[in-house]
T-cell receptor
Framework: DGGITQSPKYLFRKEGQNVTLSCEQN?????MYWYRQDPGQGLRLIYY???????QKGDIAEGYSVSREKKESFPLTVTSAQKNPTAFYLC?????????FGPGTRLTVL | SQELEQSPQSLIVQEGKNLTINCTSS?????LYWYKQKYGEGLIFLMM?????EEKSHEKITAKLDEKKQQSSLHITASQPSHAGIYLC??????????????FGSGTRLQVQP
């Protein structure tokens, strides 16, 4: 089955710790994205990558970092510099016309 | 940057009733996407509209994009409990700095009462 996988589904972090969220796709898409969703709100763009070894900041990149070493993988690191990291994180990849989403990771900072 | 306004924010309907959700943009839409989300899950792609006046249907859901390409509506006919969830519209930001990410509305929460 082709699709986008995110792991873990739930993640708990202590304040001051960095944590990495995984995103893998086997759809052979060049472009990948990370969004953040807060309760009652739409999605906001964190980072995006249109090709391997290249990525760009989105609207709310502060406190986050990414890498794109392989076409299939686009991990997101939430650093201790992110002041309010508790949220639902969604990864996506796209064709020319359509953007597909993974199942999401819920991050909670304790 | 582009902003999308969705209305209503929430909607409760009885099973079998029709309903409409609206999505309005402050700028011309290059592409308008509709997604459905169950709580705590990822987004499921419904439809994408590009051309002014375009209309697409899938099962009991119809989406339209107006001629000016600044407003879209999502219409559900004879709603069922399976239609319950959060409906999100997203706009292609291709015209905004050339990137392909989407800008989203805040969503419409739909409940369907049996």
């Amino acid at each position: 089955d082709g699709g986008i996988t995110q792991s873990p589904k739930y993640l708990f972090r202590k304040e001051g710790q960095n944590v990495t969220l995984s995103c893998e796709q086997n759809l052979n898409h060049d472009a990948m994205y990370w969004y953040r969703q807060d309760p009652g709100q739409g999605l906001r763009l964190i980072y995006y990558s249109q090709i391997v070894n290249d990525f760009q900041k989105g609207d709310i990149a502060e406190g986050y970092s990414v890498s794109r070493e392989k076409k299939e993988s686009f991990p997101l690191t939430v650093t201790s510099a992110q002041k309010n990291p508790t949220a639902f994180y969604l990864c996506a990849s796209s064709t020319a016309d359509t953007q597909y989403f993974g199942p999401g990771t819920r991050l909670t900072v304790l | 940057s582009q902003e999308l306004e969705q209305s209503p924010q929430s909607l409760i309907v009885q099973e079998g009733k029709n309903l409409t959700i609206n999505c309005t943009s402050s700028k011309t839409l290059y592409g308008l996407y509709w997604y459905k989300q169950k709580y705590g899950e990822g987004l499921i792609f419904l439809m994408m509209l590009q051309k002014g006046g375009e209309e697409k249907s899938h099962e009991k859901i119809t989406a339209k994009l107006d001629e000016k390409k600044q407003q879209s509506s999502l219409h559900i006919t004879a709603s069922q409990p399976s239609h319950a969830g959060i409906y999100l519209c997203g706009a292609d930001r291709r015209g905004d700095t050339g990137r392909r990410a989407l800008t989203f509305g805040s969503g419409t929460r739909l409940q369907v009462q049996p």
